[in-house]
Structure formats: C-alpha cells, structure tokens
C-alpha cells in the first residue's frame, strides 16, 4: 500500500495545497474563538426566573378549626414598624390595651414613593395613572385636604384617598398623607361613632337574639362578622344589649398589593368614591413568583388556624403546630384573566417569620403579619371582594 504522503504532487495541484496550507492555522483561529465565546456565556449565564409552572406555590389547606363564635377577647389592632420607611395606614386601637401609635420617621428619613401603580376600574379592567407626579401641586393639595380633618373628615378622608392615588406626592407627603388617613379611620371606621354623611358604616340596633352573625347576614354586611365587633370594641357578643346601636360597615372592602413597594392598601367601596381604609407590609413570592392580575376570593377557601403541607418537602404541620408557615389565616385567591386563572395554590396568610415582610420569601402568595392578616381575613370575602397585584 502506497502512503498519500509518498505519491508523487503533479504541478497542477500544488497551488491547492498551498492554500490549504494557509487556511488550516485560520480555521483553528476561529474555532478556537467560538468555543472561547460559548465557554463564556455557558459559565456566565444566570439560571433566570423560574416561569410560573415551575414554582410550587402554597397549596390551599385542607381543613382548618374554626374559631369559637364567641371570643372572649378582640383581637388587638398594632402598628408594625413600616418597611422600607414607608408610613403604613392601620387601624387606631380602640381598647385600653391596644399599644401607642409609633411616631412617624423623623424628617430626614429616606422615604421610598411606590412607583406609579395601575388603578382597577372594574372586574379585570386595569388603566394606568391618568396624571403624572407633581409634587408641587400635591402638596397645596396635601394641605387642602388636612384643612378639611376637624370640620369634615368624611371629605377629608376622600381628598386623601385621592390625593394618595394620583401620584402626585413626594415620599415626605405621602407619608403624611398616610398618617392623616390612619388618623381619620381611626375615628371613622375603627370606632363605634358612626359620622354624619359617611357612606362607609351606618348605625344599627341590636334587637332580641341578635348575635353578630345574624346582624351582619340580615343587614347584609358585605364582610366578615367580626369586624363588627372590631369597629365596635367589643370583647365578646355577651356585650350585646337589646336597643342598643352600633356600627356595621355597608360596603364591600377589595385590596390593591403593589410589589415594587411590598405594601398592600385596602379600599373601602369602588369606583371615584372609593376611600382607604388601612395599609399593610406584605411578604410576596421568590424569584418574582407572586402572579399579577385580578383576583377574587376563591369560594369556601377563607380559614382559621388551617393546616399545611408543604408541597416541596412534604412535612406536614397540623393545626395548632406554632411553626406552621402559613400562620393562623389563609385566604385562597382566585385568578379571573386569562393569564392567572391557573394559579390555584395562592394566597394571603401570615407568617412565622416576620422579617420575611417586605421581602421575596413565599413560594408565590402574599404574606403579613399575624394581627394585619387577621383584619384581612375580616374585611375580604366572597364574592364581594377583588384583589388587585400590580407590578
């Protein structure tokens, strides 16, 4: 057998060779660079947000006790240390153990301003802010509405709501406004005094029978029983006395959770009247997983001290296990766009890690504190409450 290398090179193909020659060094040049290239990018790239299906979000519990009828004690109502330096607006205690309302961060504290959030005109319509931030004319509305606080708070509190919606405010004013709105609320919603020309709460008599639960259901009272005895500062339905007046709430309650600021407000009634009620810190999912969108409660979901398991791990934490996650609240969310109606695994609840509040630690639902969630627990239901996530 003769070797290639051995057969004699006629004069015609010696130019070929020639170039071949010259070419082999630049072809290795240039796949020596590729794989320098896409050894690169193979060890530099970032594993990316996981997409929806493939973050395992909490489950809806299974079951749950429910709370005795008549609790002895109402829950009381504190003021969290707001995150991020933001004011959170909540509900003024209204008992003689109920803690002193935390001051306001000093002035020249770094205030965060939520970034303009999409407002909900309806069921699953969503437009963006009508008006652009101008904090020159916000605050000469800012003091327009304070005006207002000792003469008319129910007009008071609408400027506020609207003020604080518009966007118009720098982070200092917006958390005075905040502050105002707790401070009017704690007067106008979490108190038995029922204010004249507030479209919010009306006054009732107790007749003979009557349990918190049967006066919220024949008055139709779009919200839990016991924000009843919430507003009204009673310790237990025993409290109760034929004649007697007190405040029911007359319209439904929805929520607005904004995660750029990880702050969750709660609006009573809809549309240009609307007026905020209170404002929380909330935990949301990891990796951004906490889906966006319009929500309702999802039928028969609300629970109280509910049972877990968690689906990543499959530990299992019964109903009084204080190191159950989700905490002694859940309310299941129902998606109603196109985009988040497969979401059957979120929720609200509490927690057992408050310093998860204000962070990406969930695995997609919207976590608070134990004392914030139980309102919430109060003040949505089904099918009278919507749930806007916005970015």
């Given at each position: 057998?003769?070797?290639?290398?051995?057969?004699p090179?006629?004069?015609?193909?010696?130019?070929?060779?020639?170039?071949?020659?010259?070419?082999?060094?630049?072809?290795?040049?240039?796949?020596?660079?590729?794989?320098?290239?896409?050894?690169?990018?193979?060890?530099?790239?970032?594993?990316?947000?996981?997409?929806?299906?493939?973050?395992?979000?909490?489950?809806?519990?299974?079951?749950?006790?429910?709370?005795?009828?008549?609790?002895?004690?109402?829950?009381?109502?504190?003021?969290?240390?707001?995150?991020?330096?933001?004011?959170?607006?909540?509900?003024?205690?209204?008992?003689?153990?109920?803690?002193?309302?935390?001051?306001?961060?000093?002035?020249?504290a770094?205030?965060?301003?939520?970034s303009?959030?999409?407002?909900?005109?309806?069921?699953?319509?969503?437009?963006?802010?009508?008006?652009?931030?101008s904090?020159?004319?916000?605050?000469?509305?800012?003091?327009?509405?304070?005006?207002?606080?000792?003469?008319?708070?129910?007009?008071?509190?609408?400027?506020l709501?609207?003020l604080?919606?518009?966007?118009?405010?720098?982070?200092?004013?917006?958390?005075?406004?905040?502050?105002?709105?707790?401070?009017?609320?704690?007067?106008?919603?979490?108190?038995?005094m029922?204010?004249?020309?507030?479209?919010?709460?009306?006054?009732?008599?107790?007749?003979?029978?009557?349990?918190?639960?049967?006066?919220?259901?024949?008055?139709?009272?779009?919200?839990?029983?016991?924000?009843?005895?919430?507003?009204?500062?009673?310790?237990?339905?025993?409290?109760?006395?034929?004649?007697?007046?007190?405040?029911?709430?007359?319209?439904?309650?929805?929520?607005?959770?904004?995660?750029?600021?990880?702050?969750?407000?709660?609006?009573?009634?809809?549309g240009p009247?609307?007026?905020?009620?209170?404002?929380?810190?909330?935990?949301?999912g990891?990796?951004?997983s906490?889906?966006?969108?319009?929500?309702?409660?999802?039928?028969?979901?609300?629970?109280?001290?509910?049972?877990?398991?968690n689906?990543?791990?499959?530990?299992?934490f019964?109903?009084?296990?204080?190191?159950?996650?989700?905490?002694?609240?859940?309310?299941?969310?129902?998606?109603?766009?196109?985009?988040?109606?497969?979401?059957?695994?979120?929720?609200?609840?509490?927690?057992?890690?408050?310093?998860?509040?204000?962070?990406?630690?969930?695995?997609?639902?919207?976590?608070?504190?134990?004392?914030?969630?139980?309102?919430?627990?109060?003040?949505?239901?089904?099918?009278?409450?919507?749930?806007?996530?916005?970015?």
């Open positions: 057998m003769t070797l290639e290398s051995q057969v090179r006629t004069p015609h193909v010696q130019p070929f060779a020639a170039a071949r020659s010259k070419l082999i060094p630049i072809t290795l040049a240039i796949v020596g660079s590729l794989a320098v290239v896409g050894g690169t990018y193979y060890f530099s790239r970032s594993e990316g947000t996981p997409s929806a299906d493939k973050v395992a979000a909490n489950p809806i519990p299974p079951a749950a006790v429910v709370a005795p009828a008549n609790p002895e004690v109402m829950p009381e109502v504190k003021l969290q240390q707001p995150q991020q330096q933001v004011a959170l607006v909540q509900a003024a205690p209204t008992t003689a153990t109920a803690t002193a309302t935390p001051a306001l961060p000093a002035a020249n770094t205030a965060v301003v939520p303009p959030a999409p407002t909900q005109t309806a069921l699953g319509s969503v437009q963006p802010p009508s008006t652009m931030p904090p020159v004319a916000g605050a000469a509305n800012l003091a327009s509405a304070r005006t207002l606080l000792a003469s008319d708070p129910v007009g008071a509190r609408l400027a709501t609207q604080i919606d518009s966007r118009q405010l720098s982070g200092a004013d917006e958390l005075a406004a905040l502050q105002a709105i707790r401070e009017v609320n704690a007067k106008l919603f979490f108190s038995p029922v204010a004249p020309g507030d479209i919010v709460t009306k006054s009732y008599t107790v007749q003979s029978g009557d349990t918190l639960a049967k006066i919220a259901r024949r008055s139709g009272v779009q919200a839990d029983w016991r924000i009843i005895q919430r507003i009204n500062g009673l310790k237990s339905e025993k409290s109760l006395r034929v004649g007697q007046s007190i405040k029911i709430p007359v319209t439904a309650f929805h929520a607005e959770v904004s995660k750029s600021s990880y702050i969750m407000r709660v609006y009573a009634g809809e009247t609307r007026v905020m009620i209170a404002a929380f810190p909330v935990g949301l990891e990796f951004d906490t889906p966006t969108g319009v929500f309702m409660v999802r039928p028969k979901s609300k629970l109280i001290n509910p049972e877990w398991k689906p990543r791990t499959g530990e299992s019964a109903a009084d296990d204080p190191k159950n996650p989700i905490g002694e609240r859940w309310i299941g969310l129902l998606g109603v766009e196109a985009h988040n109606q497969g979401f059957k695994g979120i929720g609200i609840h509490g927690t057992v890690e408050p310093d998860s509040i204000g962070k990406q630690a969930s695995m997609g639902c919207v976590r608070m504190g134990d004392r914030d969630v139980e309102m919430i627990y109060e003040l949505l239901t089904e099918p009278n409450s919507t749930i806007l996530i916005a970015p």
